[in-house]
Every structure is written in C-alpha cells, then in structure tokens.
Nanobody
Framework: QVQLVESGGGLVQAGGSLRLSCAAS????????MGWLRQAPGKEREFVAG????????YYADSVKGRFTISRDNAKNTVYLQMNSLKPEDTAVYYC????????????????WGQGTQVTVSS
C-alpha cells in the first residue's frame, strides 16, 4: 500500500500561482510513477501531469502545458505541482496518484490516490 496526502490548495486570483505537494508513505516511493489529476464539479476526472520514477521524464495535458510543472524529490517521498498563470477553468479538486505505468494519462490506471486538495481560481 501507498498512502498519499496532498496539501497546498487554496483560493487564488486568476494569474496567480500555487504549489501543491503530495507526501507519500508506505512502499518505496521511487518504485512508482506519479501523476496529478483533477476533477471539476460535474466533470470527469482528468489527467494534468505525470512524472517517471526517477523524475527524468515528465508530460502534461495540453491545457496546462507551459503553465504547470511537476517534479519529485525521492529523498523526501514527495511530488510537487507548481501551477503558474492560473485560470478560472483550473478550479477543481486536485489529486495525486501513484502507479507502475509510465507514461499514463488514464485516471483508471493509477493504483493509489490521495484524498485531494481544492484549488479555486477567481476571475
């Protein structure tokens, strides 16, 4: 089992920035590829960003490319999502997830999930 706990969400104005963190415990963190996904009210959960086991490979949804950056620190068992130039359409609950598949943009193919953190972007 892998336990994931997100933090760093909040309310921010359009154009602002937030940094989300996800702390992992349980099995060896570096054995898992990680992803950030989000779910807005009334919408399906969607992929945002993913990172490989070592952090050498990253990939993004087109909607966030150039604005968001995913990174990880395996020594701290933590994955991050730096979000810049936020837009109201980025408002959602953000989840981190762990899995053994990389790359993986399919929410249903992640094995472990955190509880989520709310990000609200006001216009």
């Amino acid at each position: 089992q892998v336990q994931l706990v997100e933090s760093g969400g909040g309310l921010v104005q359009a154009g602002g920035s937030l940094r989300l963190s996800c702390a992992a415990s349980g099995r060896t963190f570096s054995n898992y590829a990680m992803g950030w996904l989000r779910q807005a009210p009334g919408k399906e959960r969607e992929f945002v960003a993913g990172i490989s086991w070592s952090g050498a490979s990253t990939y993004y949804a087109d909607s966030v490319k150039g604005r968001f950056t995913i990174s990880r620190d395996n020594a701290k068992n933590t994955v991050y999502l730096q979000m810049n130039s936020l837009k109201p359409e980025d408002t959602a609950v953000y989840y981190c997830a762990a899995g053994v598949i990389h790359p993986n943009t399919d929410p249903y193919r992640y094995d472990y999930w955190g509880q989520g953190t709310q990000v609200t972007v006001s216009s």
